[in-house]
């Protein structure tokens, strides 16, 4: 699956329905129809019969894991994180949480949290060590957080340097103005000296 970050990411993984229960028969169906709307791209769709069969069945983990999964492909990467988090806490076997992680962790590197990433995805992998495609989402993942860190420093280095600037500027600005008003007080001081002058000047001279 493309993503809109100049690499590709592992898709997630999907989980179909191999068999039927005649006593899960409604909620089954729904899964099935919800898994045909989603290989046709309709995921807001196929989540609806998701949820459904989750009404039915609150504890059905194919039709969360699936609904899961429809929220990430529409774009809902926060909900979709929430959703494989809940799903952590059951009773699983290791196939199925390995997937929880992967899948978790591509929710969170779409969210630009790769550090929750690595961690989901180093957990897929102590589950299963020889899952290929989550080794290299990690890898990417990794590769992303050393991005944005590289950016974040970058950005931090242009605002102090941005604020050491205003601060230059600013004491320029008060070095200037008191100068200014160091010299307006001194030829204020040389009128008033003048003005004296003038009338002692005047003073004299009724004198005499």
Known sequence: MMINKKYILIPICFLCILT??????????????????????????????YQK????D?????????????????GQYE???????????????????????????????????FE???EAYKESLRINPNDNETRYNLALSKKMLKDQK????????????????????KDQ????????EKSLKQKNNEKILDAINEEEKETLKKIK
């Open 173 to 180: 600005k008060d070095q200037k103005d008191l100068k200014d």
């Open 116 to 118: 929750e990433a690595i």
């Open 150 to 169: 590289d950016q974040k420093d970058q950005k931090d280095q242009k605002d102090q340097k941005d604020q050491k600037d205003q601060k230059d500027q």
């Open 53 to 56: 069969s989750l009404d039915i």
């Open 58 to 74: 609150g504890g059905y983990f194919k039709a969360a894991f699936n609904l899961a999964n429809a929220k990430y492909k529409q």
């Open 79 to 113: 909900e979709s994180s929430n959703l494989f988090n809940q799903l952590k806490s059951k009773k699983l076997n290791n196939q199925d949480l390995s997937r929880i992680y992967h899948n978790l962790g591509n929710s969170k590197f779409m969210e630009n949290k």
């Open 20 to 49: 039927v229960n005649a006593q899960d028969q409604n909620k089954v169906d729904l899964i099935k129809k919800g898994n045909v709307l989603y290989n046709d791209s309709a995921f807001k769709e196929a989540a609806n019969l």
